[in-house]
């Protein structure tokens, strides 16, 4: 399942259980998002959630492109 990027804003989150973190697969984002302590899969709602807190971070200007 693929899950809107909170910085590109395109469909192209997803679960990546190697590196257990969210990632955007698209070439020209490629944002990450750690989940603290997860070690399963996460749930549908642990994702949103993830998401949605790293959402105020970016549009607060927080973060850098770097």
């Known amino acids: 399942m693929l899950y809107k990027c909170p910085k590109c804003g395109r469909f192209g989150m997803e679960w990546d ?3 257990k973190v969210l990632i955007c697969y698209y070439n020209t984002c490629k944002h990450v998002i750690r989940i603290r302590n997860q070690k399963a899969i996460p749930t549908h709602e642990q994702i949103e959630l993830a998401i949605g807190h790293d959402s105020p971070v970016l549009r607060n ?3 850098s492109n770097g």
């Open 17 to 19: 259980g190697r590196a």
């Open 61 to 63: 200007g927080i973060l």
